[in-house]
């Protein structure tokens, strides 16, 4: 595929149901816009035709979803460039979780993304690297403003918990319920379940006796016809409501340990993300009850004991939270590495025993088939067996053979990492160029969210004058009926004024999102290890994911002219924008890269094998 796109088509997407009918972002002016583009010919002026035109709306996700996957059909099938044409970069994306998608089309030459009043800024198969690292910054700062949504959110939910007020659904024995309260308003409210409670009631009653086990008591429980709610099932793309299933020892011990049905519940703190234990008579304790208890308190505390002294596992199993958990996987079969921490004895006996972290292939395939590694690595399986020799029959029938892979020390591993951190791309006239783009680009949004906040106050001055109106009326009306109509009419017309300043309000906030934060994000892709060394290893977990998609770890034998030699080595698969920096420095400090790396897998003094 040659040359640049000569059809295309046009997305046109908004975020609300009020921008679809008007304003700066609406469909029809997103169509008019993309459509006059569409007939200059684009920027580099070949486009003649479109194929297709989709608008969609984000609060109908199916539609949306569906459409999206149209459009993007059509550019896997076409035997020709294909230009998406947007208003926006936010217009088609708000994550780097596309990026990949529409990245490996773009290399392929099978799409090409114009953003119309981005520049309009083009990204095609020979887009130079400050266009690309543009897109990259554009998509940041997409995400950043649906981050700042996140945060109001957030903030909101925090004040339900403050409130006493569960967010999600409930447990077995309450259901949720919404009512009217007047025309065009409703609330919602937590009800007790008349059918499920007495069975709820029961199971805390009769563990607390301390004559039942678990499973005892869930066979009791079944044979009484106590059932809960399966989960729904997807049934030609609809979720389905699905059949009551039977309780089991499972559902018993959750059910339990849920201090929800004494007047307390567990969500996890909105702003500081930890799990937190909430009343549901607000903070301070207070208020009314949000919902009625089930069991007291004293009855819950004398369950806990019961099922302490039963050793039911209650308080689940003790996990070890390891540093690269679940992010490094291997080279040789794809597995996940999993972490182990081993105890080993100095030769001094008085010394304390030391611990050290190691990583090793979980060996996943032989579930499958037990003889995968045996049949992928077969000089590894004959070396394997050289080492087995001195094994009993017995113990050789049950053994299979492992995954070349060998042990990792977390030392070493911290050493690669580190190593690649430091790699760094740092060139002043490309951060000068893009911080200039996105000055120009925070202009232009900052003029839309004006427009838009002009419009939405006029729309509630309007209202209160409406009010103001009603109120009188309904001061001097005789007529009762139409006095109730009047005030259905006025608590609809208070609820589209709360939803008017929540609008106003977070518009006016996603004007102090600055460029000067953003930059300052991007800054960070140049002292990585800096800012990971200072960090404590949680956090270091946390910057290590927000940097890598997956790292791929290969040590073991390979073959070279029939000779064995060591082979130590990891690959890291960077995610965007950080990759975009360090594509090209990766190749140019490569050779640098395996010196440092030589140094750091040195076997170390004192520091003796895990395993055979």
Request: charged share 35%; glycine share 6%.
């Amino acid at each position: 595929m040659n040359g640049y796109a000569k059809k295309a088509i046009i997305l046109a997407r908004v975020s609300t149901e009020e921008q679809a009918k008007d304003g700066h972002y609406s469909i029809p002016a997103q169509l008019r816009n993309l459509r006059a583009y569409v007939d200059k010919g684009g920027k580099f002026e070949t486009i003649k035709k479109v194929i297709a035109e989709h608008q969609f709306n984000e609060s109908a996700t199916r539609d949306k979803r569906k459409k999206f996957e149209e459009a993007i059909e059509i550019v896997n099938t076409a035997t020709e460039p294909i230009a998406i044409i947007t208003d926006k970069v936010d217009r088609l994306q708000r994550s780097f979780r596309e990026s990949v998608r529409f990245d490996k089309l773009r290399k392929e030459g099978k799409i090409e993304l114009h953003f119309v009043n981005d520049g309009p800024l083009v990204i095609h198969k020979n887009s130079r690297a400050h266009e690309l690292l543009m897109w990259d910054a554009f998509v940041m700062f997409a995400r950043a403003y649906v981050t700042q949504l996140s945060e109001n959110v957030k903030r909101g939910n925090l004040e339900k918990l403050r409130r006493g007020e569960p967010l999600g659904y409930v447990p077995t024995g309450y259901k949720n319920v919404t009512k009217e309260i007047a025309k065009g308003k409703i609330t919602k409210e937590i009800a007790v379940d008349v059918e499920k409670s007495p069975y709820v009631i029961r199971c805390f009653k009769v563990y607390a006796s301390g004559n039942y086990s678990l499973e005892g008591l869930a066979d009791t429980m079944r044979k009484e016809g106590f059932s809960i709610k399966a989960k729904r099932k997807r049934v030609n793309g609809s979720l389905m409501n699905a059949e009551p299933r039977e309780i089991t020892k499972t559902d018993i011990l959750g059910m339990l340990q849920n201090p929800f049905y004494y007047g307390e519940f567990y969500c996890e703190h909105p702003e500081k993300g930890e799990r937190a234990l909430w009343s549901n008579r607000g903070e301070d304790r207070d208020l009314e009850p949000t919902y009625d208890p089930l069991i007291t308190k004293k009855l819950f505390d004398t369950v806990q004991v019961a099922l302490d002294k039963k050793n039911s596992r209650a308080n689940g199993f003790g996990k070890n939270d390891f540093k690269f958990k679940g992010l490094i996987t291997c080279g040789y079969c794809g597995c996940l590495m999993t972490g182990e921490e081993m105890s080993r004895s100095y030769k001094n006996k008085k010394a304390k025993r030391a611990k050290t972290i190691y990583y090793h292939c979980t060996n996943g395939k032989r579930v499958m088939n037990p003889s995968y590694y045996e049949e992928k690595y077969p000089e590894w399986a004959k070396e394997w067996r050289k080492k087995s020799a001195n094994h009993s029959e017995e113990t050789k029938a049950k053994r299979t053979c492992p995954c070349p892979q060998r042990w990792w020390d977390e030392e070493e591993i911290e050493g690669f990492i580190l190593v690649n951190l430091g790699i760094t791309h740092h060139d002043e006239d490309t951060f000068k160029a893009l911080k200039k783009a996105l000055e120009e680009d925070y202009e232009m949004r900052t003029e839309s969210v004006d427009s838009q906040l002009k419009g939405l106050r006029a729309q509630k001055g309007e209202g209160e004058k409406v009010i103001k109106n009603i109120r009188k009326s309904i001061a001097v009306e005789e007529d009762a009926e139409l006095k109730q109509e009047w005030r259905q009419d006025y608590y609809a017309l208070k609820e589209k004024q709360g939803e008017l300043d929540n609008h106003i309000r977070l518009l006016e906030e996603t004007k102090d999102l600055d460029t000067d934060e953003i930059m300052e994000t991007l800054s960070m892709c140049t002292d990585l290890k800096e800012q990971y060394e200072k960090l404590e290893p949680k956090r270091q977990r946390e910057l290590l994911l927000w940097c890598f998609s997956n790292i791929e770890a290969k040590k073991g034998l390979k073959l070279v002219a029939d000779k064995r030699s060591e082979f130590t080595g990891m690959e890291f698969m960077w995610n965007e924008p950080f990759k975009t920096f360090y594509e090209d420095k990766i190749f140019e400090e490569f050779k640098k890269l395996e010196e440092e790396l030589a140094h750091i897998t040195k076997p170390k003094e004192n520091k003796a094998s895990p395993f055979p």
